[in-house]
């Protein structure tokens, strides 16, 4: 089992940058591909990004690509997103969650633990 705790929300101005982290307790975080995903005031959770257990293959949803970087730190047993470019459409909480698939998934329902979220609100 293993735990998740977000961090690195707040109010950004568009066209700004944000770097969400997101600490996993246990001594088994290697062993979970991780994803990033969002929930807007009135809208479904949505994926936003997705990075497998060793951190060498990324996935991102078409909204973010070019914007937005996951990354991970399994010595530190931290993930990481990295937003930049920000836009209002952007606002929303972000969770990090986790999922024992070993490839990676945009579907909500493979992942298997979920933070609390953070806030992310861009300012226009």
């Known amino acids: 089992q293993v735990q998740l705790v977000e961090s690195g929300g707040g109010l950004v101005q568009a066209g700004g940058s944000l770097r969400l982290s997101c600490a996993a307790s246990?001594?088994?975080?290697?062993?979970?591909?991780m994803g990033w995903f969002r929930q807007a005031p009135g809208k479904e959770r949505e994926f936003v990004a997705a990075i497998n257990r060793q951190g060498g293959t990324t996935y991102y949803a078409r909204s973010v690509k070019g914007r937005f970087t996951i990354s991970r730190d399994n010595a530190k047993n931290t993930v990481y997103l990295q937003m930049n470019s920000l836009n209002p459409e952007d606002t929303a909480v972000f969770y990090c969650?986790?999922?024992?698939?070993?490839?990676?998934?945009?579907?909500?329902?493979?992942?298997?633990?979920w933070g609390q979220g953070t806030q992310v609100t861009v300012s226009s």
């Open positions: 246990g001594r088994t975080f290697s062993s979970y591909a």
């Open positions: 969650a986790a999922t024992t698939d070993y490839g990676l998934t945009y579907y909500a329902t493979r992942y298997d633990y």
